[in-house]
Nanobody, 123 residues
Framework: EVQLVESGGGLVQAGGSLRLSCAAS????????IGWFRQAPGKEREGVSCISSSVGSTYYADSVKGRFTISSDNAKNTVYLQMNSLKPEDTAVYYCAAMYYYCSVTPSDFGFWGQGTQVTVSS
């Protein structure tokens, strides 16, 4: 069974940092791109970042460039999202998701999703 499990969310003050983890199992990790999405109350789900180890590419939304860093430990089948200089507008449920080979910013392109982890940034 394909599983994606997010962890690392929590409550942090503005300007602080969190590192999210996405642990994957049940598929050939090296053949998939892993994306991070977030959804705040009343907002649509938006792409935050994505990594494709297969093609050596990464993506960052403009709103997080320079603050967030995505990385992959393929030996552990785990993708991380290091979030620095957090802002209240980063508050959302963060999801990781997987799709074959290439990154996308479109949620419907991703076939596998984790359960989400809450990130709350206080002002």
């Amino acid at each position: 069974e394909v599983q994606l499990v997010e962890s690392g969310g929590g409550l942090v003050q503005a300007g602080g940092s969190l590192r999210l983890s996405c642990a994957a199992s049940g598929f050939t990790f090296d053949d998939y791109a892993i994306g991070w999405f977030r959804q705040a109350p009343g907002k649509e789900r938006e792409g935050v970042s994505c990594i494709s180890s297969s093609v050596g590419s990464t993506y960052y939304a403009d709103s997080v460039k320079g603050r967030f860093t995505i990385s992959s430990d393929n030996a552990k089948n785990t993708v991380y999202l290091q979030m620095n200089s957090l802002k209240p507008e980063d508050t959302a449920v963060y999801y990781c998701a997987a799709m074959y080979y290439y990154c996308s910013v479109t949620p419907s392109d991703f076939g596998f999703w984790g359960q989400g982890t809450q990130v709350t940034v206080s002002s």
